[in-house]
């Protein structure tokens, strides 16, 4: 498996727009996903997608949209109407395969994670 690489983030104030992507060349994954966390606060997840079905945590239902380009196996996390408790690291998650049903926002259902791409929405 080839570690996933975040891009993207960045400082925004209250109400803008970010962008991030998450690289994984030359793999295909079975399952990828978003995941956050804060200073202080557990990881938490924030989208995620299998086999063309989407998931999202109720707090960002409306805002956030994860997508993924098949082609260049590049996910993406488009972040709208940012709040300042969005703040946080946000990592990207993957898993080759799995035998076994898997939530799809559960951290420990992932075995690939990149390092982070930070996100900071000021007022």
């Known amino acids: 498996q080839v570690q996933p690489v975040e891009s993207g983030g960045g400082s925004v104030q209250a109400g803008g727009s970010l962008r991030l992507s998450c690289a994984a060349s030359?793999?295909?994954?079975?399952?990828m996903a978003w995941f956050r966390q804060a200073p202080g606060k557990e990881r938490e997840g924030v989208a995620a997608?299998?086999?063309?079905?989407?998931v999202y945590a109720d707090s960002v239902k409306g805002r956030f949209t994860i997508s993924q380009d098949n082609a260049e196996n590049t996910l993406y996390l488009q972040l709208n109407s940012l709040k300042p408790e969005d703040t946080a690291m946000y990592y990207c998650?993957?898993?080759?395969?799995?035998?076994?049903?898997?939530?799809?926002?559960?951290?420990?259902?992932?075995?690939?994670w990149g390092q982070g791409t930070q996100v900071t929405v000021s007022n």
């Open positions: 997608l299998r086999s063309g079905i989407t």
């Open positions: 030359g793999y295909t994954y079975y399952m």
């Open positions: 998650a993957a898993r080759g395969g799995s035998r076994y049903p898997l939530s799809l926002l559960d951290p420990t259902s992932y075995n690939s």
